[in-house]
Nanobody, 124 residues
Framework: QVQLVESGGGLVQAGGSLRLSCAASGRAFIRYAMGWFRQAPGKEREFVAAISRSGGSTYYADSVKGRFTISRDNAKNTEYLQMNSLKPEDTAVYYC?????????????????WGQGTQVTVSS
C-alpha cells in the first residue's frame, strides 16, 4: 500500500502560480504511476496530469496543457504539480493518485490510491 498526502493549495489571484506537492509513504514509490485530478463543486472529478513511474513521460488534459507541469522526485517519494497562469476555472480540490497497474494513465479507475485533496482557489 501507499499513503498520499497533498500540500501547497491556497488562494491565488488569476495569473498567479502555485506548486502542489504529494508526499508518498509506504511501498516503493517508483512502482507507481502517478497522477493529479481535480474536482470543482457540483462537478465530476476530472483528470489533470499523469506521469510515468520513471518520470520520463507525462500527459496533460487539454485545459491545462502549457500552463501546468507534473514532475516527480523518486528519491524523495514526492510528486509535484507546478501550476502557472492560473484561471478562476482552475478552482477545485486537487487530488494526487497512484496507480500500481498502469505505466501512465488518465483513467480514474486505474488509480488504486488517493490523497485527501488540497483546495486551490483562484480569484478573478
Amino acid at each position: 500500500q501507499v499513503q498520499l498526502v497533498e500540500s501547497g493549495g491556497g488562494l491565488v489571484q488569476a495569473g498567479g502560480s502555485l506548486r502542489l506537492s504529494c508526499a508518498a509513504s509506504g511501498r516503493a514509490f517508483i512502482r507507481y504511476a502517478m497522477g493529479w485530478f481535480r474536482q470543482a463543486p457540483g462537478k465530476e472529478r476530472e483528470f489533470v496530469a499523469a506521469i510515468s513511474r520513471s518520470g520520463g513521460s507525462t500527459y496533460y488534459a487539454d485545459s491545462v496543457k502549457g500552463r501546468f507541469t507534473i514532475s516527480r522526485d523518486n528519491a524523495k517519494n514526492t510528486e509535484y504539480l507546478q501550476m502557472n497562469s492560473l484561471k478562476p476555472e482552475d478552482t477545485a480540490v486537487y487530488y494526487c493518485a497512484a496507480s500500481s497497474i498502469a505505466t501512465m494513465t488518465w483513467a480514474k479507475y486505474e488509480y488504486d490510491y488517493w490523497g485527501q485533496g488540497t483546495q486551490v482557489t483562484v480569484s478573478s
